[in-house]
Nanobody, 119 residues
Framework: QVQLVESGGGLVQPGGSLRLSCAAS????????MVWYRQAPEKQRELVAR???????NYADSVKGRFTISRDNAKNTAYLQMNSLKSEDTAVYYC?????????????WGQGTQVTVSS
């Protein structure tokens, strides 16, 4: 059974940093693009960053230059390094594993981790 477990969320002041981790069980990690999403209260879920199996990355415009996504295939873990955090980054952050060529309905999801940016 595949599980994705996020960690690393918390409360941070504006301008601070956090690193989120997404640990994947099973064999899904190495054959999946890993994607971080976030959802703020009363807002739609949005894609934050994606890293492909081959290591290519893309980011939402709102986080470019501040966030960095990475993956460690030996540890079956994806990361999201978040710097220069702003209050508008406050949200629940979710990681997802997407297998290229398969519909999104087959994606795996973690339970989410809360990130709150506040003074």
């Amino acid at each position: 059974q595949v599980q994705l477990v996020e960690s690393g969320g918390g409360l941070v002041q504006p301008g601070g940093s956090l690193r989120l981790s997404c640990a994947a069980s099973g064999s899904i990690f190495k054959i999946s693009d890993m994607v971080w999403y976030r959802q703020a209260p009363e807002k739609q879920r949005e894609l934050v960053a994606r890293i492909t199996i081959g290591g290519n990355t893309n980011y939402a415009d709102s986080v470019k230059g501040r966030f960095t996504i990475s993956r460690d295939n030996a540890k079956n873990t994806a990361y999201l390094q978040m710097n220069s955090l702003k209050s508008e980054d406050t949200a629940v952050y979710y990681c997802s594993a997407h297998r290229p060529g398969r519909p999104s309905a087959y994606d795996y999801w973690g339970q989410g981790t809360q990130v709150t940016v506040s003074s």
